[in-house]
């Protein structure tokens, strides 16, 4: 049976009170509506973005905060990859430079004494004026030593591995302990920015647009039916698919690749429909209260189906016509 969704073309629903066993009472006037008729179109849903976690050195995973499904930060660290070959280097640049920084001294404290001593005449200008150039050899030696300690800083700082967005791990490739080379991806996220991807069928290309709200609904969650409205519509056919990003409003939790059905319209026609607090049901029959005359009586009617629609009616296939006074039950 095709999945109907209802859309309200006249409005001019009347509201009354009726005294009725000395109690008030609701009524409204039944008319007709229009109703447009949808067919489910298998699609599936796909990551809106997706992105990977790659090692910029070559190294052992130290350490590994991630496991499959999980959902991570922007900037969290999830892995830590590191070189063992770093971690020496910059201890030997480390004493490096503090071998520089005491020779830096030294060589300020012998300059300031012969200084004095030149000033005197007890010191050739010669030899003062070649100290001077080792001293700012040395300054320019300890600047890019520094300047090194640092860059093989940063590079252990690569070792840390991010996550790139709001995401979920989708899977992960490594264990702790493993050891990895450069440009060797380590996980897989998938975005949960509230847009997911629908791959449809080719042959209904034609059923959507971008900016049109269809009606998405998930057979493996109830049948839950949920709004959504198309994005982007992409030029390309992929494995016989159409591609569409799409916003679900309140958002979407589903796994990736399941199956859902789009509501494709294909049709309009006119029926009754009533709100279901009009509805009441017993041993299995469904009444609605009519008026017959100046009194209201218990009438059976016949539903489209159990379900009520988004907008809380019943469609009705028999036992009301446009123009009957219904009551709400007590």
């Known amino acids: 049976m095709a999945i109907i969704e209802m859309r309200a073309l006249f409005v001019s629903a009347m509201s009354a009170l009726a005294v009725s066993g000395g109690a008030l009472a609701q009524t409204l006037t ?8 949808y067919r489910p179109v298998i699609a599936r849903i796909e990551a809106g973005d997706t992105a990977t976690a790659r090692s910029r050195l070559q190294g052992v995973v130290t350490r590994l905060n991630a496991v499959e499904g999980q959902i991570v930060k922007a900037g969290e660290v999830v892995a830590v990859v590191t070189d063992e070959m770093i971690t020496p280097q910059l201890s030997a640049l480390s004493s490096r430079i503090e071998g520089l920084k005491s020779q830096v001294r030294q060589s300020e404290e012998d300059i300031a004494r012969n200084e004095g ?5 007890f010191y050739p200008r010669a030899r003062l004026d070649d100290e001077r150039t080792t001293l700012d050899v040395l300054r320019r030696t300890l600047a890019s030593t520094e300047a090194e300690r640092r860059a093989l800083s940063a590079r252990e700082g690569e070792g840390r591995i991010l996550a790139p967005a709001d995401a979920h791990i989708t899977d992960v490739n490594v264990v ?5 080379s450069p440009g060797e991806v380590l996980m897989s996220f998938a975005t949960v920015n509230g847009v997911v991807r629908l ?5 209904h290309a034609s059923s959507i647009a971008e900016g049109e709200t269809i009606s998405l609904r998930l057979p493996s969650r109830s049948d839950e039916v949920r709004t959504a409205t198309i994005m982007r519509i992409y030029p390309e056919l992929r494995q016989g698919s159409v591609i569409a990003d799409a916003t679900v409003q309140g958002g979407l939790t589903a796994f990736f690749g399941e199956r859902v059905d789009v509501l ?4 309009e026609r006119r ?8 509805v009441s049901t017993r041993f299995g029959v469904d009444f609605v209260r009519v008026a017959v005359g100046e009194r209201f009586i218990d009438a059976p009617v016949a539903l489209a189906g159990p379900l009520i629609d988004d907008q809380d009616q019943y469609e009705i296939l028999s036992g ?4 009957d006074k219904i009551q709400k039950p007590e």
């Open 320 to 323: 009301l016509k446009p123009g």
């Open 271 to 278: 029926a009754i429909r009533i709100p279901k607090d009009y």
């Open 30 to 37: 039944v008319e007709e509506s229009i109703v447009v008729d």
């Open 117 to 121: 001593l030149e000033a005197r005449g």
């Open 176 to 180: 702790q302990g493993s050891v990895v």
């Open 264 to 267: 494709a319209p294909v049709g």
């Open 199 to 203: 791959a449809l069928p080719e042959r």
